[in-house]
């Protein structure tokens, strides 16, 4: 019995190391598995990192080498060209009524890039911006700062009438001011901004949204002023009317004056003459008496002959 029982526990502990071996050769098989899963799952996302950062690499010199080959102008106008896209892809939404169209006009010396501009139904000017857009090269030498262009851009919009200047920029890239969002100005130049190409569409909202709040404001004030350009128009007419009205009447008087002195010229012309023909009527009127008073007894008074002549001429009548 006691061999019996001792056989028993030794077929039970065989069993159970039996038992325990198959299940740790299970989990070791397990763990191999688990261990080769995790192999090729870190060898897949090594392989998968590995493809994507050489595929970032090859993207950012593939716009390195674009940017090496633009010009610096050619830059800019990619740059311009972004901000057009963008602003006409919404033009016919929300911006129907604007103008928004490049600055091509230099008469003033400079000029900016693009100008926009909406007014209401009455022709009141809601809002103008002046925008400028700048970049540059990532191999430039001597890089550009946004405040090189600022005095310029103030220029820019004063010469052109516009409300807000803007400065769209691309320059001094790791700059966590000009990174931050919409960077004012004001202490520097009145209403300008600077402000990345993403937040351009942003900007026109944002400043269109509070001029329109404005707007009855602005309207009243053109009234205001329309009316004061009246009444300035017309003291000027009447400035003008008694500027040109004292001059005529001092060429007239003068003129009246003038054909008054010819007139008296004229009198005394004919005063003078008067006399004169009254002296000529006195001298005939004693001419004529002299004439009745004339007879041959004095034509021939000490003149022996003539008394002798007419003494002849009365016998042989």
Do not use: W
């Not at 038992?19 to 397990?30: F, M, N, S, V, Y």
């Not at 191999?32 to 994507?52: A, G, P, W």
């Not at 900007?203 to 329309?226: G, T």
């Not at 034509?299 to 003494?311: E, Q």
């Amino acid at each position: 019995n006691i061999d019996s029982s001792n056989t028993e526990q030794e077929l039970a502990v065989t069993k159970a190391v039996s038992t325990i071996k198959t299940e740790r050769d299970g989990l070791a098989t397990q763990l191999q598995v688990k261990d080769s899963e995790q192999t090729v799952l870190v060898s897949s996302l090594n392989d998968k990192h590995q493809s994507e950062l050489t595929s970032k690499d090859e993207l950012i010199e593939y716009y390195k080498d674009l940017k090496a080959k633009l010009s610096t102008k050619m830059v800019g106008e990619t740059l311009e060209q972004h901000c057009e896209t963008e602003f006409d892809k919404l033009r016919s939404v929300a911006f129907q009524s604007a103008y928004f169209e490049k600055d091509n006009d230099a008469s003033g010396g400079t000029k900016g890039d693009y100008i926009f501009r909406e007014e209401d139904t009455d022709g009141n000017e809601i809002i103008s911006i002046m925008f400028d857009m700048k970049n540059e090269n990532d191999e430039t030498a001597t890089k550009k700062k946004n405040e090189d262009f600022l005095s310029k851009l103030d220029s820019d919009r004063n010469n052109k009438n516009c409300e807000y200047a803007v400065l769209v920029t691309l320059l001094e890239a790791d700059s966590d001011l000009y990174n931050s969002g919409i960077v004012d100005m004001s202490h520097e130049y009145p209403k300008m901004y600077v402000i990345r190409p993403q937040f351009f569409i942003p900007m026109i909202s944002l400043l269109r949204n509070a001029a329109e709040s404005a707007l009855e404001y602005k309207a009243e004030l053109a009234l205001v002023k329309a009316q004061h350009v009246e009444v300035a128009d017309f003291e000027e007419n009447m400035d003008t009317f008694k500027q040109g009205f004292s001059r005529n009447y001092d060429l007239a008087s003068r003129q009246f004056q003038k054909a008054v002195d010819r007139i008296d010229e004229a009198i005394d012309d004919l005063e003078r003459t008067k006399t004169e023909l009254n002296k000529s009527a006195n001298n005939l009127r004693l001419a004529n008496n002299k004439l009745e008073d004339l007879t041959i007894k004095k034509l021939t008074r000490g003149n022996p002959t003539m008394i002798a002549k007419f003494d002849e001429l009365g016998s042989g009548k």
